[in-house]
T-cell receptor, first 114, second 116 residues
Framework: AQSVTQLDSHVSVSEGTPVLLRCNYS??????LFWYVQHPNKGLQLLLK??????LVKGINGFEAEFKKSETSFHLTKPSAHMSDAAEYFC????????????FGGGTRLMVKP | ETGVTQSPTHLIKTRGQQVTLRCSSQ?????VSWYQQALGQGPQFIFQ???????GRGNFPPRFSGLQFPNYSSELNVNALELDDSALYLC???????????????FGPGTRLTVL
């Protein structure tokens, strides 16, 4: 069994300040982990993925996430928020080497203030 | 854009009716998955097809069924609609082998189903 908990349903930051979106996972197996972003009226877009290589994963648009097995965490960060980052973000887990049926967290809505 | 398209964009049905949602995957993508996203929640996995056969299923009743065709299109069918079936339905395609968790899934924009 596997599950994902996104610790904040809403995060508000000012433009130009750092972004931190928190995610904890639970998995009975070695996981693959992803972050997806969903803009209004658009499909889900992959930001980055961890699949057992480097624990610090760099993604698109300046986002990165660090896989910490001891803390069962996969937090998403960005050094400087942009207005265009305002969207819904989903942390996702799947069982490595045994299927790509994704289990999503509940989502974090990121708001960016000018 | 992901190259994955879905139709229709919006749909309104009444309780008890049946509905068919359609998805067109990227050419060459052998795996398609369907997800249900209720308002304010994360998507939930319904089922996955690989080369026209069901490859896995989430916690959804049998009235949710699917088909995948050789031309990279697929369908989600829902019978006996209930009010709780109102949601955004997303399809996602991926190019690799079924079971490859490293494979990126490419999502379509979804179909918004409203059941009255």
């Amino acid at each position: 069994a596997q599950s994902v908990t996104q610790l904040d349903s809403h995060v508000s930051v000012s433009e130009g300040t750092p972004v931190l979106l928190r995610c904890n996972y639970s998995s009975s197996y070695s996981p693959s982990l992803f972050w997806y972003v969903q803009h209004p009226n658009k499909g889900l877009q992959l930001l980055l993925k961890y699949t057992s290589a480097a624990t610090l994963v760099k993604g698109i648009n300046g986002f990165e996430a660090e896989f910490k097995k001891s803390e069962t965490s996969f937090h998403l960060t960005k050094p400087s928020a942009h207005m265009s980052d305002a969207a819904e973000y989903f942390c996702v887990v799947t069982r490595r080497n045994a299927g790509n049926m994704l289990t999503f967290g509940g989502g974090t809505r990121l708001m960016v203030k000018p | 854009e992901t190259g994955v398209t879905q139709s229709p964009t919006h749909l309104i049905k009444t309780r008890g009716q049946q509905v068919t949602l359609r998805c067109s995957s990227q050419s060459g993508h052998n795996t398609v998955s369907w997800y249900q996203q209720a308002l304010g929640q994360g998507p939930q996995f319904i089922f996955q097809y690989y080369r026209e056969e069901e490859n896995g299923r989430g916690n959804f009743p049998p009235r949710f069924s699917g088909l995948q065709f050789p031309n990279y299109s697929s369908e989600l069918n829902v019978n006996a609609l209930e009010l709780d079936d109102s949601a955004l339905y997303l399809c996602a395609s991926s190019p690799g082998l079924a079971g490859d968790s490293t494979d990126t899934q490419y999502f379509g924009p979804g179909t918004r189903l409203t059941v009255l």
